[in-house]
T-cell receptor
Framework: GNSVTQMEGPVTLSEEAFLTINCTYT??????LFWYVQYPGEGLQLLLK?????DKGSNKGFEATYRKETTSFHLEKGSVQVSDSAVYFC????????????????FGQGTILTVHP | EPEVTQTPSHQVTQMGQEVILRCVPI?????FYWYRQILGQKVEFLVS????????KSEIFDDQFSVERPDGSNFTLKIRSTKLEDSAMYFC????????????FGPGTRLTVL
C-alpha cells in the first residue's frame, strides 16, 4: 500500500539557518504530494502541494519539488524563523491497491522543528 | 476564510461509554474525512464519506465506529463502546471536489478514555 517516510526528528536550528526535511514515498500510480504544518495547539494546515512530477510547491518561503525518479518530496527553507517552530507532516493522496481513490491522505510520522533565536 | 470546526475540543469518557465527536465542514465541500493521531504517532486515516455514504475506510474503522451526516452541515463520528486505546486526537477534514484539492482540517478533538 501507500506509505510515506520522513526523516527522523526532532530538528533544532538557529534562526536564519537552512532547513531540509526529507520525505520519500511509496505509492501506486501518480499521487499528489503535500506538506502540512501543525502549530502548537492547532490543527493541520496545508503548507504546500504538488500534483505531478517536477512540480514545485512553494509557500511562506518553503519549497518542495515532486521528484518521481527518487520518489521524494523534500521540504526546504533558506532561512528559518522562530515562528516556523512546529510539526511538519509529509503526506500523499493517491489510488489504493484497487486503483480507486477517494482522496484519503497517508501521512509520514511528522518532524518536530524547533528554531531558537 | 471558511474553516472546519470541531466540538468538543476535549472529551473525557469512561471505558465502555459511547461518544459522539462533531464536525462542521466547510459549507460547499463534498468530501469528508476523519483521521486520528495517537500521542506521538502518525496521523492515521479512519474513513471518508461522500454522497451520504462511506467511500473508504481503514482497518481501524471497525463496527465500533460509525459516521453520519444528519443534516446539511454536521458530520459526526460515533464510537459505540470506547476502549483505552481509542484515546487520541481526532481530526475532521473536508475537501471540495478534485482529488488534488486541499483537505482542510479542523482543530481536533482530544478524546481521553479512562
Amino acid at each position: 500500500g501507500n506509505s510515506v517516510t520522513q526523516m527522523e526528528g526532532p530538528v533544532t536550528l538557529s534562526e536564519e539557518a537552512f532547513l531540509t526535511i526529507n520525505c520519500t514515498y511509496t505509492a501506486t500510480g501518480y499521487p499528489s504530494l503535500f506538506w502540512y504544518v501543525q502549530y502548537p495547539g492547532e490543527g493541520l494546515q496545508l503548507l504546500l502541494k504538488a500534483t505531478k512530477a517536477d512540480d514545485k510547491g512553494s509557500n511562506k518561503g518553503f519549497e518542495a519539488t515532486y521528484r518521481k525518479e527518487t520518489t521524494s518530496f523534500h521540504l526546504e527553507k533558506g532561512s528559518v524563523q522562530v515562528s516556523d517552530s512546529a510539526v511538519y507532516f509529509c503526506a500523499l493522496s493517491g489510488p489504493n491497491a484497487g486503483g480507486t481513490s477517494y482522496g484519503k491522505l497517508t501521512f509520514g510520522q511528522g518532524t518536530i522543528l524547533t528554531v531558537h533565536p | 476564510e471558511p474553516e472546519v470546526t470541531q466540538t468538543p475540543s476535549h472529551q473525557v469518557t469512561q471505558m465502555g461509554q459511547e461518544v459522539i465527536l462533531r464536525c462542521v465542514p466547510i459549507s460547499n465541500h463534498l468530501y469528508f474525512y476523519w483521521y486520528r493521531q495517537i500521542l506521538g504517532q502518525k496521523v492515521e486515516f479512519l474513513v471518508s464519506f461522500y454522497n451520504n455514504e462511506i467511500s473508504e475506510k481503514s482497518e481501524i474503522f471497525d463496527d465500533q465506529f460509525s459516521v453520519e451526516r444528519p443534516d446539511g452541515s454536521n458530520f459526526t463520528l460515533k464510537i459505540r463502546s470506547t476502549k483505552l486505546e481509542d484515546s487520541a486526537m481526532y481530526f475532521c477534514a473536508s475537501r471540495l471536489t478534485g482529488l488534488s484539492d486541499t483537505q482542510y482540517f479542523g482543530p481536533g478533538t482530544r478524546l481521553t478514555v479512562l
